[in-house]
T-cell receptor
């Protein structure tokens, strides 16, 4: 069975600071992993995805994530937070045709 | 390119009234289609998914139903809405094995 755990339902950073959103997965087979962003009253937008190619994945808006098999993690990072990064972020996992399993989400706040 | 359309964007309905939310996908064929709900302060709950015309799988028992009358059309319905049906409803599609593309969502308020 597959599952996703996002550590921290709320994360607050200052503008210009490092953003780190944590995601750990459980999967008995090599997973596909995704990060989505959701702005208020909008749908989810794909930030980046890992599908067994390079372990460091670069996405849109300056975000990146690193797949670490030994740690079963896929943490999302951005070197310098911007006010426009304030949103909810979802980590998700699936495997070749399986349904996407979402974490509970992490709300990111950016302080001026 | 593929696009997904979902409407309406917002809806206020009285308790006991019917519901019909529509989702259509363009630029692809035989997509997997999904309906999700987000209740306030909660994560994404998968309601229904479909791998083909007339094929609907329900994830949770509830007051809602789904139909797929055409390859790229997915409809979420209810005969009688409950207060607990309020939420943000999202439609999504995917090619087999990859991440989903989401519609812009429908904010449903049952009063």
């Amino acid at each position: 069975a597959q599952s996703v755990t996002q550590l921290g339902s709320h994360v607050s950073v200052s503008e210009g600071a490092l953003v780190l959103l944590r995601c750990n997965y459980s999967s008995s087979v090599p997973p596909y992993l995704f990060w989505y962003v959701q702005y208020p009253n909008q749908g989810l937008q794909l930030l980046l995805k890992y599908t067994s190619a390079a372990t460091l994945v670069k996405g849109i808006n300056g975000f990146e994530a690193e797949f670490k098999k030994s740690e079963t993690s896929f943490h999302l990072t951005k070197p310098s937070a911007h006010m426009s990064d304030a949103a909810e972020y979802f980590c998700a996992v699936n495997y070749q045709g399986g349904k996407l399993i979402f974490g509970q989400g992490t709300e990111l706040s950016v302080k001026p | 390119s593929q696009t997904i359309h979902q409407w309406p964007a917002t809806l206020v309905q009285p308790v006991g009234s019917p519901l019909s939310l529509e989702c259509t996908v363009e630029g692809t064929s035989n997509p997997n289609l999904y309906w999700y709900r987000q209740a306030a302060g909660r994560g994404l709950q998968l309601l229904f998914y479909s791998v083909g015309i007339g094929q609907i799988s329900s994830e949770v028992p509830q007051n809602l139903s789904a139909s797929r009358p055409q390859d790229r059309q997915f409809i979420l319905s209810s005969k009688k809405l409950l207060l607990s049906d309020s939420g943000f409803y999202l439609c999504a599609w995917s090619p087999v094995g990859y991440g989903y593309t989401f519609g812009s969502g429908t904010r449903l308020t049952v009063v």
